[in-house]
């Protein structure tokens, strides 16, 4: 997926939300998010273990310019294994109808594994897991995002594991590739110009959001 910009939109990039509406809504409202006008895209893992996840998908499934890339939580929920899912904070989903299970996976379906965001000042790749360090060009990441390269991207943690081996690793053709699904302890964390960005909304109560300016990456952390 590709996603133009224009001069009178601010652009959010946002962390694992896993179910946490009201963390998310504060999060927008601290930052004068424009509903309508201002772009939030999700690194994926809207779902699971925190208390709304219906009421995330509802948002992102309606608000105009919400959007995000596939996570492994919404893969899961793919995947038709019951168990897996349930077992790592799935249990909602199958407290829903068959009705709305059904329309929920076919968005799911739907979701990019990658997301490009071109604004008039620059350009930036979204990604919820990973990149594999054998790959440094990021027009080629997104070229192979739905055939071999797809399960990697979703749920790898290969350069996150060790990130002092990859300090210098760099995705080339954007400015800055954004990544969840590590939860960070210590808050965001940039590797070369990999930045990982899940602080954890319902482990620790922390949300990020990244907005993308001309200036730099403005990287602020919300707590419950």
Avoid at 41 to 68: A, E, Y
Avoid at 93 to 99: A, G, N
Avoid at 110 to 115: G, M, Q, R, S
Avoid at 173 to 201: A, C, K, M, W
Wanted: aromatic residues 10%.
């Amino acid at each position: 997926m590709l996603i133009k910009t224009n001069n009178t939109q601010r652009v959010f990039v946002c962390s694992d939300i896993h179910g946490e509406h009201d963390l998310l809504i504060n999060a927008l409202n601290r930052v004068d998010f424009r509903l309508g006008q201002d772009v939030l895209v999700g690194v994926g893992d809207l779902i699971d273990r925190g208390p709304d996840s219906k009421k995330v998908l509802d948002l992102f499934m309606t608000t105009n310019n919400f959007f995000t890339v596939l996570g492994n939580h919404e893969d899961m929920a793919l995947s038709g294994d019951k168990r897996l899912h349930k077992y790592n904070g799935g249990k909602f989903f199958y407290e829903l109808s068959l009705q709305d299970q059904v329309r929920y996976k076919q968005w799911f379906r739907a979701l990019p594994v990658t997301i490009t965001i071109e604004t008039p000042f620059s350009r930036y790749g979204v990604v919820h897991a990973n990149i594999p360090i054998e790959i440094s060009e990021w027009d080629r990441v997104v070229e192979l995002s739905n055939g071999t390269l797809k399960q990697n991207l979703i749920w790898s943690r290969e350069i996150i594991s060790c990130p002092e081996q990859h300090d210098k690793s760099i995705i080339e053709g954007v400015e800055t590739v954004f990544l969840g699904h590590t939860i960070l302890d210590d808050g965001p964390l940039l590797i070369g110009n990999r930045q990982y960005i899940d602080t954890g909304s319902f482990y620790y109560g922390k949300l990020t959001l990244v907005e993308l300016t001309k200036e730099g990456n403005k990287v602020r952390t919300f707590e419950k």
